[in-house]
């Protein structure tokens, strides 16, 4: 399968712990996003990188979320002191450049 | 500031019926407008995009959408329904002369396709 592929699908954390997701884009693509999708919601944007540079970042991305994609390759998203509202579908995609975007199936957390 | 509206929550149609699944947005510029479906517990998959050129666009599995930039509305059709286009639909805008790529998406919309 060449597509966006990420890890964990699902991941079921207590209030306070940190939590990294992994995301691996499709391998030509060279941009790579994160977003996040709510119960009933359209996914929000949180950030997007051009190969290793982490080009702009939402007002959603506290300081307690991190992401990196140190090689230009994979990316990881590192919720830290997770809170009950971080409960969510974490959602990769890449793209080449500009073109349409293409999605991952997502990391399921929920913070109990 | 970009924005999408997808004024209906669910959309309900019997199987070999027409289908519009409609969308409005709001953009600064030029707009590049995009259809994404999501399957339950999948993430979402590319359907077609809009970008310039002829405002009728198709892409997979049948469907199309008219770009109508007097209405700034993007809708998306298939002549002829079938029950496994039962899905969450979402409309996304990116405004395409700005150099950031950050796609903002509709609520969608549920399709329930009845036999």
């Known amino acids: 399968d060449t597509g966006v592929s990420q890890d964990p699908r699902h991941k079921i954390t207590k209030r306070g712990q940190n939590v990294t997701f992994r995301c691996d884009p499709i391998s030509e693509h060279n941009r790579l996003y994160w977003y996040r999708q709510t119960l009933g919601q359209g996914p929000e944007f949180l950030t997007y990188f051009q190969n290793e540079a982490q080009l702009e970042k939402s007002r959603l991305l506290s300081d307690r979320f991190s992401a990196e994609r140190p090689k230009g390759s994979f990316s990881t998203l590192e919720i830290q002191r997770t809170e009950q509202g971080d409960s969510a579908m974490y959602l990769c995609?890449?793209?080449?450049?500009?073109?349409?975007?293409?999605f991952g199936q997502g990391t399921r957390l929920t913070v109990v | 500031a970009q924005s999408v509206a997808q004024p209906e929550d669910q959309v309900n149609v019997a199987e070999g019926n027409p289908l519009t699944v409609k969308c409005t947005y709001s953009?600064?510029?030029?707009?590049?407008l995009f259809w994404y479906v999501q399957y339950p517990n999948r993430g979402l998959q590319f359907l077609l995009k809009?970008?310039?050129?002829?405002?009728l666009v198709k892409g997979s599995y049948g469907f199309e959408a008219e770009f109508n930039k007097s209405q700034t509305s993007f809708h998306l059709k298939k002549p002829s329904a079938l029950v496994s286009d039962s899905a969450l639909y979402f409309c996304a805008v990116r405004e395409g002369d700005n150099a950031g790529n950050m796609l903002t998406f509709g609520g969608g919309t549920r399709l329930m396709v009845k036999p």
């Open positions: 995609a890449s793209s080449f450049l500009r073109a349409e975007a293409f």
């Open positions: 953009v600064s510029g030029n707009p590049y």
């Open positions: 809009y970008i310039t050129g002829d405002n």
